[in-house]
């Protein structure tokens, strides 16, 4: 199987973790602070500085414990288990998305900051298509890319700060404080976007050679060079214009270079911060798939995106889901860079709230495992600093306007991808199908009208045809919903022998059922018995309902089954396909040919239907015992 290759040197990877980290905010947020605290910005920037180094070293340690393309997935894995690492993963998915959308719109703005939104989104989403195509293509060729768009975000800057220099005056810090301290805080969470990007780098570390000695490297030095820079570009820019100006500039790059070189200077400038920025989308475009691919590996994320060309050596089908994602983010940002940067940084926040949590846990959890770093202060330093995180969050929401609504948004998606994980855990784990299936079965009961709605009782029990008074084996009673339906059907005479896997189910069912003495009840384990039990007469037809997809071994339990089917007896069985129409159930159940060939096997003549659902697509399975 194709594997990622070590093609990263130490040189490449600073200068890829550089350009990753600096994204658009340092084109963008020298303005966006000096417009909330004035020249007392330049204390939020020293301030974040010395944070930023820190959590550089936080995430010096973790890489250096696990130099993996999953980064601080992988971190939050080994950290809380299964369900944290998800969550954690799936945030950062949103977030890296997020980012690839804002660092586009954030470019097109520099270059058309006048344009309508629909040139801004078609531009965007150009950029998005041409990058993804170049992250497919290889790591060799993605790398030299990123390099070189490296070198010119930093030969921009220079060429900013160097003539700031001389144009420098005091007077513009004059006076310093012009708004609340609070601010500095506030200024604080709005600024911080400069420094997001470290999981970017961490997840390139598969692919470098060393990665355990020379990822921390890499993303302290980076780290370093870029608070530097910000300091000196921050401090030359209020420097060289007044703050007030300064802060209401929506292209304040720009704005410097007319300064410092004309007119034609600053058509140059834009065209190179624009260069610049793209960079940053490029080096996003780049890293993130290797987070799906990581995740993937885990079954925390379909298994088809843990594929590797076999010429590219890339995550093409996670490259492929990435496109679509950022596309969505684009149109629904609607070209707007600032609300695409106030929904990213709560979220990066809290993620990296857990991950810094998870140097401390891992201190304690694996105190022996080899680190070539270790950060100072790692048990309570983390601590401080996420609590830090939290607070500013807590500032952003007392002082800025709509931010409530933005956070009920990141929210949201946090929240969605519960589901997700608990379909994930039920399709790739029957150890987790069991107990998801045991914590959610009284929710089986107050949504059985979506799960089971009436239209599909009524369609199941109509194919079976007249059940009065015989024997019906119904296969994965779950809750009783169908069980409830039949009861009535099979009287006078009829039995019903129901069965589920977990006893958890059977107990709800036959509460719900309590009196029903034509109905008997059995676990799931007694389905290896049907052959040799005496308690189980012959059946005149089998039913089931959502019940199949869960088997492991599906052949062997419809050959159970049928050996306790007259011959002639009814069958039908339907499951579930293409859950909220994308995810698809296990690839065995959508087979319309292996389908019929396990049912043949098992003694049993079907046909099969599909019936597109609210939410599903049902599968229908109906036939008879030969």
Not at 436 to 443: D, H, L, P, R, Y
Request: glycine share 8%; proline share 4%; with cysteine.
């Amino acid at each position: 199987m194709p594997k990622l290759q070590k093609v990263l040197g130490f040189p490449s990877i600073l200068l890829i973790t550089v350009n990753s980290i600096m994204g658009t905010g340092i084109f963008f947020l020298p303005a966006v602070g000096a417009g909330t605290s004035g020249p007392a910005s330049l204390i939020s920037w020293f301030i974040l500085s010395l944070i930023s180094i820190y959590i550089a070293m936080c995430f010096g340690e973790l890489s250096s414990m696990f130099p993996k393309a999953g980064g601080i997935y992988e971190f939050c894995k080994q950290a809380y288990g299964r369900f944290f690492s998800f969550i954690i993963g799936w945030l950062t998915v949103i977030a890296g998305n997020v980012t690839i959308a804002m660092l586009v719109v954030g470019a097109v703005q520099y270059l058309a900051p006048y344009s309508s939104i629909y040139l801004k989104i078609g531009g965007s989403l150009l950029f998005i298509f041409i990058f993804n195509y170049i992250a497919f293509k290889g790591m060799q060729t993605s790398a030299f890319m990123l390099v070189t768009f490296a070198i010119i975000t930093l030969a921009t800057l220079f060429l900013l700060i160097i003539p700031g220099i001389f144009k420098f005056q005091l007077s513009n810090f004059t006076p310093f404080f012009v708004s609340p301290i609070s601010s500095i805080l506030l200024t604080i969470f709005l600024i911080a976007e400069t420094f997001f990007g470290w999981e970017t780098a961490t997840f390139l570390a598969e692919e470098t050679k060393n990665g355990r000695e020379v990822m921390p490297k890499a993303l302290i030095y980076g780290t370093v060079i870029i608070a530097i820079i910000s300091l000196l570009f921050v401090i030359t820019s209020l420097g060289a214009i007044n703050w007030k100006i300064f802060g209401i500039s929506t292209t304040p790059l720009t704005d410097l270079g007319i300064l410092h070189y004309g007119l034609f200077g600053g058509s140059v400038m834009t065209i190179m911060v624009y260069l610049a920025i793209i960079g940053s989308v490029a080096g996003w475009v780049v890293s993130a798939p290797r987070l799906l691919l990581a995740m993937a590996k885990d079954k925390l994320f379909l298994t088809q995106f843990s594929k590797i060309h076999h010429t590219n050596l890339t995550p093409h089908r996670a490259i492929m889901f990435q496109t679509v994602l950022t596309t969505i983010l684009v149109i629904v940002g609607a070209g707007s860079y600032t609300t695409l940067l106030h929904l990213l940084v709560p979220i990066v926040l809290i993620a990296y709230s857990f991950v810094l949590l998870s140097v401390v846990v891992l201190r304690y959890k694996m105190p022996d495992k080899k680190r070539y770093f270790r950060v100072p202060f790692g048990k309570s330093g983390p601590i401080l600093i996420a609590f830090f995180m939290i607070f500013l969050i807590g500032m952003w929401l007392k002082y800025t306007h709509g931010s409530f609504e933005i956070l009920k948004l990141a929210l949201s998606l946090l929240l969605a991808g519960i589901p997700i994980y608990l379909l994930l855990e039920m399709y790739y784990d029957e150890s987790a199908i069991g107990n998801i299936n045991s914590k959610i079965a009284f929710g089986g009961v107050l949504f059985e009208n979506i799960i089971q709605p009436p239209r599909l009782l009524k369609e199941i029990t109509g194919k079976l045809g007249n059940v009065q008074g015989k024997k019906i084996l119904e296969y994965g009673c779950t809750v009783g919903t169908l069980t409830k339906k039949l009861s009535c059907k099979v009287l006078p005479g009829g039995t019903i022998y129901a069965f589920d896997m977990q006893k958890h189910n059977l107990k709800i069912a036959a509460k719900r059922l309590l009196g029903h003495t034509h109905i008997k009840w059995y676990h799931h384990k007694y389905l290896h018995h049907f052959r040799t039990s005496q308690k189980i007469p012959l059946v005149d037809a089998v039913v089931s309902s959502g019940a199949l997809s869960y088997a492991q071994k599906p052949q062997a339990v419809l050959s159970h089954i049928g050996e306790k089917v007259k011959r002639g007896g009814r069958i039908v069985f339907v499951d579930y396909d293409k859950f909220f129409h994308i995810i698809p159930n296990v690839p065995w159940i959508s087979d319309e040919k292996k389908l019929s060939i396990m049912f043949r096997k098992a003694g049993f003549k079907v046909r099969i239907e599909k019936k597109r659902g609210f939410l599903w697509t049902y599968i229908f399975i109906v036939g008879k015992k030969v």
